[in-house]
């Protein structure tokens, strides 16, 4: 798949992403439990070093809470960088955005104290996580945490047709929970691989 095969989705999701409600996006609740595993991860370090694999705005207004921390952001898309950032509460200067990929980061060995990922597993494709989390762990120090929410499903969970899914929601009033799940379940049940369909997913919609 080529580099604009695979970043034209994300501008897509870009875009969509401030009509979804909670779920696809992290909760306040969330926002609380990966701010108490954060500052377990960094104790009382003077400038701990962040990368944000991702855009996710949530994570990125907690961390400007704190100015004395160095946030990288790492992400296929540099619109999404962009995008999401404008959905930020607060504004921060202590930010660096990097464009790139997750399985062949541009960074030094041993140089971040955390790695946050909300959802990211989802967003490799089954035959890369091994090379994922070894890049993962290459990054981070031998004291660091890699820090992040993941969404599992039982092996008999029913996997749907993403046009199924599409004429079904049609027929209901739109709000944000009817888009939000209609979102999710379009993401998460309607294949095995995200990555390879998610491309099909927006011709769908498009459509």
């Not at 960094?42 to 996710?56: D, E, K, M, N, Y």
């Not at 541009?106 to 091994?130: L, T």
């Not at 929970?177 to 999710?184: I, K, Q, R, V």
Request: proline fraction near 3%; charged fraction near 30%; aromatic fraction near 12%.
């Amino acid at each position: 798949m080529s580099h604009k095969e695979y970043t034209q989705p994300w501008k897509k999701m870009a875009e969509a992403w401030k009509v979804f409600g909670k779920g696809n996006h992290p909760s306040e609740h969330d926002i609380e439990v990966y701010e108490d595993f954060f500052l377990k991860a960094i104790g009382s370090q003077l400038s701990p070093r962040v990368l944000v694999l991702g855009a996710t705005c949530e994570i990125r207004d907690m961390l400007s809470k704190y100015t004395n921390v160095d946030v990288t952001l790492l992400d296929i898309s540099g619109d999404m960088i962009k995008a999401l950032g404008s959905l930020m509460k607060r504004k921060t200067e202590n930010e660096k955005w990097v464009e790139g990929n997750w399985l062949d980061a541009p960074f030094d060995d041993n140089c971040f104290d955390v790695v946050f990922g909300d959802q990211v597993k989802s967003n490799v494709s089954a035959e890369d996580h091994k090379k994922f989390y070894n890049e993962i762990h290459r990054v981070l120090k031998p004291s660091g945490y890699h820090i992040s929410r993941i969404t599992s499903r039982f092996p008999d969970t029913r996997i749907f047709s993403a046009e199924e899914i599409v004429d079904k929601y049609s027929k209901i009033p739109v709000s944000q929970d009817s888009l939000t799940e209609f979102w999710n379940l379009l993401v998460f049940k309607t294949h095995n691989d995200l990555i390879s369909s998610t491309n099909r997913m927006f011709d769908i919609l498009d459509k």
